[in-house]
């Protein structure tokens, strides 16, 4: 072998970005579904929540009218979301931080452009598999989701993705593992019972009812039951949405530490 | 320097590669080039002022004590840390503003592994190796480092020396022209250690340019081209490993012995001394380090562990007498008696010094 005497085109040495990102995806999104806490955390949990709030008076959820699974639904596939995106995301890229598995993957022509790419792509991977999950079987509980706020509803869900994928970064970018781990759990908790994901904000207790709206939960929630219900996507939970992922974002790239 | 007595392979191989110029005059053509290097942590110099130099075709060991800032150099060399002084230059590019054009053409293995531990061997091997254009045969690659008996078992419980397995080989399998390896034989077993050091020749022979770092005297003595001897962030010592036994010291051999501790290592000197022509001036210090100068050589008896005796100095047969003699007279059974040359190892431990850190 005689490459040291030439120095071929770095781009003839590496695989194309585009096969770089899949492959990174892929190898992400196996990860995810291969393990058994983070499926619970993606797929379990949110399936368990539909079928509790939709076949049982646990939680008292006024729907103005409408039927309950169709109420339900949106606010569940809004947790989905922020349990890939936040939780699921955090507490593995806090992991592959302290294992070194980042540098590494720095050092490879994958890059660090390429690494934080395939994350996203496969965040959105799992979420495709989360909806398809969710999606049936809230049809088959006769689930009749606004036909026209389908395709809002996949933009709102790419912005929630955005945004807590940004803070799900931030958060292992900064803390060390074990602390990632109990927070992303507990934060998920949070927002479930009291952030407006599953129950809308101005149903919550006291002060919670105007916080809530202003957390990015509350605005996913409510931008997602505006679009499924066919009610309209109201434009305050969009600006907030979009205002929390330029933040975070921010953030993100500001203080996330590699090493 | 001189380079007529590096070992075998790496002149022929460098020589062949180019032909035209002698990297080793300035370390202008070298693969791997590192000027006046500075690294601070909290206002603290890991590394300081530190030069380097590694060649394609060679195997460059950087040998230290632990602390002594070998993972910091490499780091920067890599990419993965900004320098806060001089140049590194590989492949003469910037390893921090060219990372986009090194990345392919440099292969690292970091000392904390860096594997994924949730995937299993086989993958995280394929995965890596997804990502250049004509990589090495996985499988063939796997092979040669015994990957295949655990390529379906999670890297979380792979044994130690496994995983350094599995790191060198997502190190190679793009077919590097530098590779980094970073304490690579930490946590081997005897069998995974030769595996390793096989491949690491084999890409020496192949043009390949390879820095690694170790605190183990027999890897640097038995692998590398060239050995720089690190202490405090800077390099005290370069040349290979011939060169930095010192050539004056070749004739200088080695008395292992082991017997009763608390041996009087100055009485032991004084009568391996004798041995000598010329008279003794016998500066000793220190009860456990005795140093007895006589003429052109000199003795030195050393009891690095209780019972465990060094003497190191022109030892000849007469001299081996001496040292019997006297232990006969003082009743003193060796259980074990070694002749041997001057070690790597003697000389690192010369360079920096027998305490602990």
Redesign the interface.
């Given at each position: 072998?005689?490459?040291?005497?030439g120095?071929p085109a770095?781009s003839?040495?590496?695989?194309?970005a585009w096969?770089?990102v899949l492959?990174?995806a892929g190898?992400e999104t196996?990860?995810v579904l291969?393990?058994g806490e983070q499926l619970l955390v993606t797929i379990v949990l949110p399936v368990l929540v539909l079928l509790g709030l939709t076949r049982t008076g646990v939680v008292e959820i006024d729907t103005g009218g409408l039927a309950r699974i169709d109420f339900v639904t949106p606010g569940v596939l809004a947790l989905a979301c922020v349990s890939t995106a936040f939780t699921s995301q955090a507490i593995a890229t806090a992991?592959?931080r302290r294992?070194?598995?980042?540098?590494?993957?720095?050092?490879?022509?994958?890059?660090r452009g390429g690494l934080l790419a395939g994350k996203l792509l496969g965040v959105l991977a799992v979420e495709l598999v989360q909806v398809v999950v969710i999606g049936a079987v809230a049809l088959a509980l006769g689930w009749q989701p606004a036909a026209g706020g389908i395709l809002p509803a996949i933009g709102i869900g790419l912005l929630g993705t955005a945004c807590f994928t940004a803070l799900a970064l931030l958060l292992a970018g900064t803390l060390r593992a074990e602390g990632v781990l109990a927070l992303a759990n507990l934060v998920l908790v949070l927002l479930v019972v009291g952030g407006g994901l599953l129950v809308p904000p101005e149903q919550l207790p006291g002060p919670l009812a105007q916080l809530a709206a202003f957390l990015p939960s509350g605005a996913l929630g409510e931008a997602m039951r505006g679009a499924l219900l066919g009610t309209g996507v109201p434009p305050l939970a969009v600006a907030v949405l979009a205002a929390w992922t330029a933040l975070l974002a921010w953030a993100a790239a500001r203080f996330f530490r590699?090493? | 320097m001189p380079t007529s007595i590096a070992p075998s392979g790496a002149d022929g191989a460098t020589s062949s590669a180019r032909p035209a110029e002698d990297p080793r005059a300035d370390g202008a053509g070298a693969a791997v080039h590192v000027r006046g290097l500075v690294k601070r942590y909290g206002g603290r110099d890991v590394v300081a002022g530190l030069d380097l130099v590694a060649d394609a075709g060679a195997v460059t060991a950087v040998l230290g004590p632990n602390g002594a800032g070998k993972t910091t150099t490499v780091e920067c060399c890599e990419g993965l840390r900004s320098p806060d002084g001089g140049s590194v230059r590989v492949l003469g590019l910037d390893p921090v503003a060219d990372a986009r054009a090194l990345r392919p053409r440099v292969g690292v293995m970091l000392q904390d592994g860096g594997l994924p531990t949730g995937a299993r061997a086989g993958e995280v091997l394929h995965h890596v190796a997804a990502m250049y254009a004509a990589p090495r045969d996985v499988d063939e690659l796997g092979e040669r480092l015994g990957i295949g008996s655990f390529a379906r078992t999670t890297v979380r419980r792979l044994s130690g020396g496994q995983r350094q397995r599995l790191s060198l080989a997502a190190a190679v399998v793009g077919r590097p022209e530098v590779v980094f390896l970073d304490e690579p034989s930490a946590g081997m077993d005897p069998q995974s250690r030769h595996a390793v050091w096989g491949l690491v020749r084999e890409l020496r022979d192949e043009g390949t340019a390879v820095v690694l770092t170790t605190h183990l005297m027999d890897e640097a003595e038995d692998l590398a081209d060239r050995v720089h001897v690190m202490d405090h962030g800077r390099v005290i010592a370069t040349g290979s490993v011939p060169e930095l036994l010192s050539p004056d010291a070749q004739d200088d051999r080695t008395l292992r012995f082991d017997a009763v501790p608390g041996l009087d290592l100055t009485a032991v000197g004084a009568a391996l001394g004798s041995t000598l022509d010329g008279p003794l001036d016998g500066t000793l210090d220190g009860p456990l380090d005795g140093t007895v100068a006589g003429g052109p050589g000199a003795w030195t008896v050393t009891e690095p562990q209780p019972g465990s005796y060094v003497v190191t100095g022109p030892a000849g047969p007469r001299a081996l007498a001496a040292l019997t003699a006297w232990l006969a007279d003082h009743d003193v059974l060796a259980s074990r008696l070694t002749v041997g040359r001057r070690t790597l190892e003697d000389v690192f431990l010369d360079l920096t010094g027998r305490h602990l850190r």
């Open positions: 072998m005689t490459t040291t005497t120095t770095p003839a040495l590496a695989a194309p096969r770089r492959a990174q190898f196996r990860a291969r393990n992991f592959d294992n070194g598995v980042l540098r590494l993957l720095a050092t490879t022509p994958l890059g590699w090493q | -």
